[in-house]
C-alpha cells in the first residue's frame, strides 16, 4: 500500500523560508515521478514542482522559478520542496504526489495516482 506522509509545513512571515518532505513508503521510489502540488481556498489544485525518477529532470510552475527548488533522495525515498522568499500569495495546502508515468512536465493533478493527506503552509504579510 502506498503511502506518501508530507511535513514541514507551518506559519512563516513573507520573506521567510520552508523546507517541506516527503516520506514515501509501499513503492519502489525511484520509479515513480515526484511532484508537489498545492491548493489554496477556493481555487483548483496546481502543480508547483516536479522531479523525474532519477533527479535530472525537474519541472516549476512560474509562480515559483527561482523561489522555490525541488529535490529528491532516493535512499531515503524522499522528497523535498525548499521554499524561499515566501508570499502570502503561496499560502495554500501543500500536497507530495506520485506516480510511475508521468513526465515531470505534466501538470495535470488527474495524471498523479498517489497522493499525501497534505500539510498546511500559511504566509503572513
Known amino acids: 500500500q502506498v503511502q506518501l506522509v508530507e511535513s514541514g509545513g507551518g506559519l512563516v512571515q513573507a520573506g521567510g523560508s520552508l523546507r517541506l518532505s516527503c516520506t514515501a513508503s509501499g513503492l519502489t521510489f525511484s520509479s515513480y515521478t515526484m511532484g508537489w502540488f498545492r491548493q489554496a481556498p477556493g481555487k483548483e489544485r496546481e502543480l508547483v514542482a516536479a522531479i523525474s525518477r532519477s533527479g535530472t529532470s525537474t519541472y516549476y510552475a512560474d509562480s515559483v522559478k527561482g523561489r522555490f527548488t525541488i529535490s529528491r533522495d532516493n535512499a531515503k525515498n524522499m522528497v523535498y520542496l525548499q521554499m524561499n522568499s515566501l508570499k502570502p500569495e503561496d499560502t495554500a495546502i501543500y500536497y507530495c504526489?506520485?506516480?510511475?508515468?508521468?513526465?515531470?512536465?505534466?501538470?495535470?493533478?488527474?495524471?498523479?495516482?498517489?497522493w499525501g493527506q497534505g500539510t498546511q503552509v500559511t504566509v503572513s504579510s
Open positions: 504526489a506520485a506516480d510511475p508515468l508521468v513526465a515531470p512536465g505534466r501538470i495535470r493533478a488527474r495524471e498523479y495516482s498517489y
